[in-house]
């Protein structure tokens, strides 16, 4: 009975070694596939994060209002002021059209002097968080 019971143990242990022998752990290999279009779109976004940096910077404030009015000063302000860049940001209830991008109160003070001539209730800001 003794000796039964050790065979039994024997072939058991045989075949779950030849058992694991043959089976294979996951490899690592992976291929990802993503859309041309993904890869586009993260770098346009990073672009615009680059553009809306407002909170470390100076800027000016052209206007606030309604959406389409918002738009219509900032394009009014880039025909006029080709080489400064300007955007609209959303705070509820109004939009604001900010431009500029000031790394000094120097240099925005300078810019709002000028800006002023044609858009006289700017106002010089510097964004919080």
């Given at each position: 009975?003794?000796?039964l019971a050790f065979q039994r143990l024997i072939k058991i242990t045989i075949i779950t070694s030849f058992i694991s022998i043959s089976?294979?752990?996951q490899e690592g290999k992976t291929t990802l596939n993503q859309n041309e279009k993904f890869t586009e779109l993260l770098e346009e976004k990073a672009k615009i994060n680059a553009n809306l940096s407002i909170n470390d910077s100076y800027k000016i404030q052209i206007f606030y209002g309604n959406s389409s009015d918002a738009k219509n000063q900032l394009n009014a302000f880039k025909r006029d002021f080709?080489?400064?860049?300007?955007?609209?940001v959303y705070t509820n209830p109004t939009y604001k059209v900010y431009v500029g991008n000031y790394k000094s109160r120097l240099h925005a003070e300078k810019a709002l002097l000028e800006i002023k001539k044609k858009y006289p209730t700017s106002l010089l800001i510097k964004p919080g968080k």
């Open positions: 009975m003794r000796n089976i294979h752990a080709k080489d400064i860049e300007g955007t609209i």
